[in-house]
């Protein structure tokens, strides 16, 4: 079955478009040791990939009983995120250009919908080399409540000047799915093997697609 009538494809960027989940494993565990506390697992930090910004340093505050203020505690993460971890170990998955090549090809409308801060967006776009296929770029920080509230789905939509049902929103998290649903676009769920398939399939997108380049064969 093909999607008729798109005209723009909203993709998340953690997990979706970019692979940081070692990378934000490995930031985390490092900065709490130079507190000396024990690591996390890597179960338990994955939680936190694409949540926003203040979530990700509230939880790990909370539950690592760390004593800092959650102001601090977001200023190491932010420094150490966007000018050290994040650029360095970080990476594309192996299918996103290709798929982001041929949709800008096909003539599609293409944005980023992510419940990363304003401040960290720009960083990401420009380290991945990736910002040249955006028409709109969306943050937690644009809107008053990220994903899963379908707020930032709708913002794009409405820079974009299309309609609901002209636009897909993809992504790997309930969270994207969610936020699609209610915003009233057709959703694509990318299974990562992070989570379990079945969290992803009980949101109801249209599709759950292994591979981010299957993507091309729903759209034409």
Do not use: C, Q
């Amino acid at each position: 079955m093909l999607f008729k009538g798109v005209k723009a494809v909203l993709f998340d960027l953690d997990g979706t478009l970019v692979d940081t989940m070692e990378a934000f494993h490995n930031m985390v565990n490092e900065i709490l040791k130079k507190f000396n506390f024990p690591e996390r697992s890597f179960d338990e930090n994955v939680k936190l990939v694409g949540k926003p910004s203040k979530i990700i340093v509230e939880t790990i505050i909370k539950e690592t009983g760390l004593s800092i203020s959650s102001e601090e505690f977001s200023r190491t993460m932010f420094r150490e995120w966007v000018y050290n971890y994040m650029p360095k170990y970080g990476k594309l998955y192996p299918d996103s250009l290709k798929v982001l090549r041929e949709l800008k090809r096909r003539g599609y409308l293409l944005g980023v919908v992510s419940n990363t801060s304003k401040d960290e967006l720009p960083h990401y776009l420009e380290s991945f080399r990736i910002k040249e296929f955006f028409n709109v770029a969306i943050s937690s920080g644009d809107v008053k409540n990220p994903k899963p509230s379908p707020e930032p789905v709708l913002k794009a939509i409405s820079v974009l000047s299309i309609s609901p049902f002209e636009t897909v929103m993809v992504g790997d998290r309930l969270e994207d799915v969610e936020a699609g649903r209610l915003a009233g676009t057709r959703t694509i769920a990318v299974f990562r093997g992070i989570r379990p398939k079945y969290e992803l399939e009980a949101a109801k997108p249209d599709f759950v697609i292994n591979e981010l380049s299957e993507i091309l064969s729903i759209l034409p």
